[in-house]
C-alpha cells in the first residue's frame, strides 16, 4: 500500500475515500494525521497477511498429523493410470481421445503420461507430428525441447512459502523472478525449466491439503493450472507457426 501511495504522489495523483468515517481523507496527502493513518492501515494489513501465512501452516501441520494425502488428488486411480499409459504407448491412443474414454480433463492425462515418462513432446504437439504411432517421426529432441524455459507466474503466497520450503534450485530461479502487482497482492513471474516450475508446485503440495487455509489452495490450483497450460500453450504456438 506504501508503495502504491508513493507512486500516486509521484504522478500528482490523489486517492480519496469515497464513504464511511473518514470520507473525503486523500491518502496520498503529506500531513501528519494522514501518515499515521496510512501507516497504520499498511501495518493492519501486513498482520493480516501474516496471519493468513501462519493459519495455513497451522492447517498442515494438522492435517499431517492427522494423516491426510497432501498434495492434488488425481482423478485416474493406479490401474486407470497404467491403462492410460500402455494405450499411448502401444497403441498410439492420443491425449483426448483418452481423456473422452475416462471422462477426465486432457491436462489429466498429461499429468499421468508424465509422471510414467510416457509423453515425449508437450501438450498435443506430439498428435500434430504423428506421435506415438504415427506415419511421421520427430526429430530426435534436444534437452531444451524436453525441458523448455517457461514463464509463468507464481503466486505472491506461494513464492513466500517456497523461500524456505524448496530446494536450492527452486529459490535460485525465484531470486531471479520478477515481481507483478496485482491489486492488494503479486506474482513473481519466473523464467526457469518446465522441471523447475514442477518442483516448485510439488514443494507446495502441503498448501492444498484440505486443512489448509482457502487462499493458499485457491494459489496453488492457479499456479498448478498454468503450469499445465505453459506445454500445451508453445505447442499451439508452433502449430499456428506451421500454418502461417
Same mark, same amino acid.
Given at each position: 500500500?506504501?508503495?502504491?501511495?508513493?507512486?500516486?504522489?509521484?504522478?500528482?495523483?490523489?486517492?480519496?475515500?469515497?464513504?464511511?468515517?473518514?470520507?473525503?481523507?486523500?491518502?496520498?496527502?503529506?500531513?501528519?494525521?494522514?501518515?499515521?493513518?496510512?501507516?497504520?492501515?499498511?501495518?493492519?494489513?501486513?498482520?493480516?497477511?501474516?496471519?493468513?501465512?501462519?493459519?495455513?501452516?497451522?492447517? *498442515?501441520? %494438522? !492435517?499431517?498429523?492427522? &494423516?491426510?494425502?497432501?498434495? $492434488?488428488?488425481?482423478?485416474?486411480?493406479?490401474?486407470? @493410470? =497404467?491403462?492410460?499409459?500402455?494405450?499411448?504407448?502401444?497403441?498410439?491412443?492420443?491425449?483426448?481421445?483418452?481423456?473422452?474414454?475416462?471422462?477426465?480433463?486432457?491436462?489429466?492425462?498429461?499429468?499421468?503420461?508424465?509422471?510414467?515418462?510416457?509423453?515425449?513432446?508437450?501438450?498435443?504437439?506430439?498428435?500434430?507430428?504423428?506421435?506415438?504411432?504415427?506415419?511421421?517421426?520427430?526429430?530426435?529432441?534436444?534437452?531444451?525441447?524436453?525441458?523448455?524455459?517457461?514463464?509463468?507466474?507464481?503466486?505472491?503466497?506461494?513464492?513466500?512459502?517456497?523461500?524456505?520450503?524448496?530446494?536450492?534450485? *527452486?529459490? %535460485? !530461479?525465484?531470486?531471479? &523472478?520478477?515481481?507483478?502487482? $496485482?491489486?492488494?497482492?503479486?506474482?513473481?513471474?519466473? @523464467? =526457469?525449466?518446465?522441471?523447475?516450475?514442477?518442483?516448485?508446485?510439488?514443494?507446495?503440495?502441503?498448501?492444498?491439503?484440505?486443512?489448509?487455509?482457502?487462499?493458499?489452495?485457491?494459489?496453488?490450483?492457479?499456479?498448478?493450472?498454468?503450469?499445465?497450460?505453459?506445454?500445451?500453450?508453445?505447442?499451439?504456438?508452433?502449430?499456428?507457426?506451421?500454418?502461417?
Amino acid at each position: 500500500m506504501l508503495d502504491v501511495r508513493d507512486i500516486l504522489r509521484r504522478r500528482g495523483l490523489h486517492l480519496r475515500i469515497a464513504s464511511g468515517a473518514w470520507s473525503g481523507m486523500d491518502l496520498t496527502s503529506e500531513d501528519p494525521m494522514t501518515k499515521l493513518f496510512v501507516a497504520m492501515l499498511a501495518g493492519v494489513l501486513e498482520f493480516q497477511r501474516d496471519m493468513i501465512s501462519e493459519n495455513t501452516k497451522d492447517g *498442515v501441520a %494438522a !492435517a499431517r498429523n492427522a &494423516g491426510k494425502v497432501l498434495g $492434488r488428488p488425481t482423478r485416474l486411480n493406479p490401474d486407470q @493410470a =497404467a491403462a492410460v499409459v500402455a494405450a499411448h504407448q502401444n497403441e498410439g491412443a492420443a491425449v483426448k481421445a483418452l481423456a473422452r474414454e475416462y471422462d477426465v480433463d486432457p491436462k489429466v492425462i498429461r499429468r499421468v503420461l508424465d509422471s510414467a515418462g510416457a509423453r515425449g513432446v508437450p501438450g498435443d504437439l506430439a498428435d500434430l507430428l504423428g506421435e506415438p504411432g504415427g506415419e511421421e517421426k520427430a526429430e530426435p529432441e534436444s534437452p531444451a525441447a524436453t525441458d523448455p524455459v517457461v514463464s509463468i507466474d507464481v503466486p505472491g503466497l506461494l513464492a513466500e512459502h517456497l523461500q524456505d520450503a524448496a530446494d536450492a534450485v *527452486v529459490r %535460485a !530461479a525465484l531470486r531471479g &523472478g520478477r515481481t507483478i502487482r $496485482r491489486d492488494q497482492g503479486y506474482s513473481l513471474r519466473v @523464467a =526457469a525449466p518446465l522441471s523447475v516450475h514442477q518442483a516448485a508446485l510439488e514443494a507446495c503440495s502441503a498448501l492444498a491439503a484440505d486443512g489448509a487455509a482457502p487462499a493458499g489452495r485457491k494459489a496453488y490450483r492457479v499456479y498448478a493450472d498454468r503450469i499445465d497450460d505453459a506445454p500445451a500453450a508453445r505447442g499451439m504456438t508452433a502449430g499456428t507457426a506451421q500454418s502461417a
